[in-house]
């Protein structure tokens, strides 16, 4: 039997820089999904724009995918995401970010062809039955190493990233009950998991190999761990975060994923959460949002709200003391007020279906907020 491919070696990608990819579907005027009439018009907007990023499409043909240049800070990839938000619209598209569409039917969706989306259909079959869209996050590091200390202090700290994005309570136009339902969708995804506990580049490299191997991938990216390494981008990439509206809250999660990750080089855990008792705070937070408690570090278990604004707080100083500015303030805010999946309920009680997708367009298209 041939070798399966080995995971490459870590390509310096950087002193903490960030980028983003941002995945946003494209609804028409009555704000439900475009299906393959969306087709003509991501092939119009994938293009570069001077040096504010890409636009690319998706497995889903209704949907886009943002994607900022590498980035110094937070703040530089807000400006990147506002000028491709622009140019969606400019070229007739327009965008709802949500985990989940509120209103998408069960079905199948419209899937665009490749020979990598073309294998992808193939292994999920049925399971791909509605589009989902998450908020990526890649933190640049220099060395396989620093990378295993970064991974080691936000695979900790992934729930609260789930629950501060979690903004998708509505599946097939139903209540499901989850502050994110697009963690549902997500976990039934072959080897779409939390990240495992893993203390060195030797134990990314033997538990990666081993997958490729059993699933028989032809490279690492087939492994869709909710956080893993890219290495051959030299980075992390976080993709536990919902698709979010706020062009302000995207940059301010950003800065956080930063803020975690230098944290954590500067000064590590001394513990890492086990994978079973990681999996039951990552339902927590999938199922509840911020409302809810989580096991931390320390082993107690402590309100989320309580664990996230020690966490902002800690990623506030840590940027700032590396000369890098942490607009961190609205994820402050939200800690205060109601949650996302919350609101939208609320929304919900007040307009109907309706008046929730005419509030996500409006939020994502607002190129200030």
Known sequence: MSRMPAVPAHVPGGEFSVGVEEELMLVDEHDELMGAAAAPLVEAM???VEDA??????????????????CRSADDVW???????????????RVLAAG????????????????????????????LRTPTAA????????????????????????PLLRALAAGSPYWHGLDSGQATARAAIIRSYPRTTMPPLLRSWDDYVARTEALMTAAEASDHTYVWWE????????????????????????????????????????SPDDVDLDDDVLAVNDHRAARYGLDTRVV?????????????????????????ADGVDAPVDPLEAALARETEPNRQRRVVAAGGMPALLAD??????????
């Open 46 to 48: 994938s293009q570069s």
């Open 53 to 70: 990023g890409v636009v690319t499409g998706e497995i889903y043909v209704d949907q886009v995918e943002l994607n900022t240049p590498v």
């Open 79 to 93: 400006r990147s995401l506002r000028d491709l938000r622009a140019l969606v619209g400019k070229e007739g598209g």
């Open 100 to 127: 989940v569409h509120p209103t998408a039917p069960v079905g199948v969706p419209d899937i665009a062809t490749s020979p990598r989306y073309d294998r992808v259909i193939d292994e999920y079959a049925g399971l």
């Open 135 to 158: 908020l990526q996050v890649h933190v640049g590091l220099p060395d396989e190493h620093t990378a295993m200390l970064a991974y080691r202090g936000l695979r900790n700290r992934l």
């Open 227 to 266: 956080m893993r390494p890219r290495p051959l981008l030299g980075t992390l990439e976080v993709r536990v975060m919902d698709a979010v509206p706020s062009l302000s809250t995207v940059a301010a999660l950003t800065a956080l994923v930063q803020g975690i990750a230098l944290r954590a080089v500067e």
């Open 296 to 320: 931390d570090v320390d082993g107690s278990l402590r309100p989320l709200r309580e664990v996230a604004g020690r966490v902002v707080a800690e990623a506030r100083a840590a940027l700032a």
């Open 360 to 369: 996500l367009v409006a939020r994502t298209t607002d190129l200030d907020g």
